[in-house]
């Protein structure tokens, strides 16, 4: 078994399964890849011909459920695999690895084989500023239970995962590790619904406000907990 799985919740975007793919193929990439899909998701007949397609790719693989929003979604995976993959990443259904001279899923394993930590690359929009595609090592999902904050719905994952990193002093950005964020705030893709929802000015005001809530509160004591996993390896 491969010791990288990375966790992409995907719904309303069945396109995106075959240019994924095609991602890993292109960059010789060996991770394992799970796609995260809700029974209710209205494309769900054309997830499963992707399913149905890719049963013979070792590195692929699906999971039906009831919808979650991101974070539940990916809350639920990570803590499910995190017994066993030393290593778990999250990607959106709108990142796309590219080529470099050394794979991207090497270099994850590579800079996190030395204990508890965080990784991201350039996703040519926010660059270092903010971690869109992320790896880190399993023990902090087990330390924690779970991956991000429950308390959030879609956005401010990212902004978590750098405070995390920095109080750690465990998180690197590798600029030449290019996860390249297909996002309409690019010029990258069209708005579609599910853009709509997730960056609708409720969204964002409720996971905000659950973001300042989160890093004035439960924040310090997840800290001490991935504090302790960094002082214990």
Known sequence: M??????????GRPQAVPEIVQAWD??????HVLFAVDTDDPELA???????????????????????????TLNQ?????????????????????????????????????????IVYGNDLLQGEAMAT????????????????PNC????????????????????TYLPDMVIEH???AAQKAE????????NSPEQVASDSDAYHTYMQGEFHADVDKLRALVEAS
């Not at 292109?26 to 991770?31: E, G, L, N, Q």
Request: net charge neutral.
């Open 182 to 184: 297909m996002h309409p």
């Open 152 to 171: 959030l719905v879609h956005l401010c994952a990212d902004l978590v995962w750098m405070e995390w990193g920095k109080a750690m002093q465990r998180i």
């Open 77 to 117: 995976q990570a803590l499910k695999h995190a017994v066993s993959y030393r290593f778990l990443g999250f990607m959106g259904d709108d990142h796309r690895p590219r080529p470099a001279a050394m794979p991207w899923d090497a270099r994850i394993r590579e800079c996190l084989s030395g204990g508890p930590g």
């Open 26 to 31: 292109d960059t010789s990439a060996t991770a």
């Open 46 to 72: 054309a997830y499963k011909q992707h399913a149905a397609a890719l049963e013979g790719d070792a590195r692929v693989r699906f999971v039906f459920g009831q919808r979650r929003r991101l974070v539940g």
């Open 133 to 148: 595609a992320v790896a880190m090592t399993s023990d902090i999902v087990k330390a924690l239970g779970f991956m991000v």
């Open 2 to 11: 491969d010791d990288l799985l990375v966790i992409i919740p995907t719904r």
């Open 191 to 198: 708005l579609d619904p599910v853009y709509e929802e997730c």
